[in-house]
Nanobody, 129 residues
Framework: QVQLQESGGGLVQAGGSLRLSCGAS????????MGWFRQRPGKEREFVAAVSKTGSITYYADSVKGRFTISRDNAKNTVYLQMNRLKPEDTAVYYCAAKYGSTVYTMSGMSASFRYDDWGQGTQVTVSS
């Protein structure tokens, strides 16, 4: 099991940027894939982005592709989500999640929330228009 803690959320104007961080402890960070998900008001949790164990493979939801970048620093046990050109519809609670075990790297495999084993508490991102 790994403990995950998100930070970096806040209030930003449309068009602005934020960088979310997710620190991990409890297991070798490089042994699991990482994902970011979000839950918008009144909506179900949805996939945002994911990164493989080494950071060499990334996946993005269409709604954030070209605006968000996921990365990880295994030496710092941290995964990041750089969010640029934010829109009001990006307003949500953002969660990071860890997925263990072997992985067949496909979009469907990395974007399915049920495949993730541990979750953080979430951080609120609010984008004003």
């Amino acid at each position: 099991q790994v403990q995950l803690q998100e930070s970096g959320g806040g209030l930003v104007q449309a068009g602005g940027s934020l960088r979310l961080s997710c620190g991990a402890s409890g297991r070798a960070f490089g042994s699991y894939d990482m994902g970011w998900f979000r839950q918008r008001p009144g909506k179900e949790r949805e996939f945002v982005a994911a990164v493989s164990k080494t950071g060499s493979i990334t996946y993005y939801a269409d709604s954030v592709k070209g605006r968000f970048t996921i990365s990880r620093d295994n030496a710092k046990n941290t995964v990041y989500l750089q969010m640029n050109r934010l829109k009001p519809e990006d307003t949500a609670v953002y969660y990071c999640a860890a997925k263990y075990g072997s992985t067949v790297y496909t979009m469907s495999g990395m974007s399915a929330s049920f495949r993730y084993d541990d979750w953080g508490q979430g951080t609120q991102v609010t984008v004003s228009s």
